[in-house]
């Protein structure tokens, strides 16, 4: 059984520029959430995806974007980058939306804006 | 999801015990308690939950007070892995529900000593 897996591992950009992350879920995990985790701070929730859809979402501006495949693969759009999402961004996935209390993360992404 | 308190560091000697605890003191009756623990550089690894009895797997041990405003993760054995960052969150768990995240404090830093 394969987990999370997330891409790239880190990446540089700067600010005004736009990102895309991207995350592959656990095998048969329908539901995929991401947060954002700031230094010596827990992660943030970010937005979650059912089955390609939106779920619900946390306090982020519209410029965090995502996507979710029919394969349940997902990534996290972010345009016009600022100093602060500089950040590790995780995703997690889950077997079933209301049941997802228990949820698999990926490694992170280690995004830098300068 | 109720708010929850830890403390923001423990230390244990490797081999012993680890007790980690948690108050929940405004947690609701549907409401349930999870832990989490996110080694250094690593995605947060889902650890045990529980409503109101205590659990255990292979990992630890919950114990749930009576009165459910507290709990406490019990590492029977701790060796130098369990070194990482522990979270207590509480959440409904409802299928089909529309509570989609988990809420992350700053949890509480375990560092195992040899």
């Known amino acids: 059984e394969t987990g999370v897996t997330q891409s790239p591992t880190h990446l540089i950009k700067t600010r005004g520029q736009q990102v895309t992350l991207r995350c592959s879920s656990q095998s048969g995990h329908n539901t995929v959430s991401w947060y954002q985790q700031a230094l010596g701070q827990g992660p943030q929730f970010i937005f979650q995806?059912?089955?390609?859809?939106?779920?619900g979402r946390g306090n982020f501006p519209p410029r965090f974007s995502g996507l979710q495949f029919p394969n349940y693969s997902s990534e996290l759009n972010v345009n016009a980058l600022e100093l602060d999402d500089s950040a590790l961004y995780l995703c997690?996935?889950?077997?079933?939306?209301?049941?997802?209390?228990?949820?698999?993360f990926g490694p992170g992404t280690r995004l830098t804006v300068l | 999801d109720a708010k929850t308190t830890q403390p923001p560091s423990m230390d244990c000697a490797e081999g012993r015990a680890a007790n980690l605890p948690c108050n929940h003191s405004?947690?609701?009756?549907?409401?349930?308690v999870y832990w989490y623990r996110q080694i250094h550089s690593q995605g947060p690894q889902y650890i045990i939950h529980g409503l109101k009895n205590n659990e255990t797997n292979e990992m630890a041990s919950l114990i749930i007070t009576e009165d459910r405003k507290s709990s406490t993760l019990i590492l029977p054995h701790a060796t130098l892995r369990d070194t990482a960052v522990y979270y207590c969150i509480v959440r409904v768990e409802e299928s089909g529900g529309s509570n989609y995240k988990l809420t992350f404090g700053k949890g509480t830093l375990l560092t195992v000593n040899p």
């Open positions: 997690a996935s889950s077997l079933e939306v209301g049941r997802a209390g228990e949820q698999f």
């Open positions: 995806y059912y089955r390609e859809e939106e779920n």
């Open positions: 405004t947690i609701s009756g549907n409401e349930y």
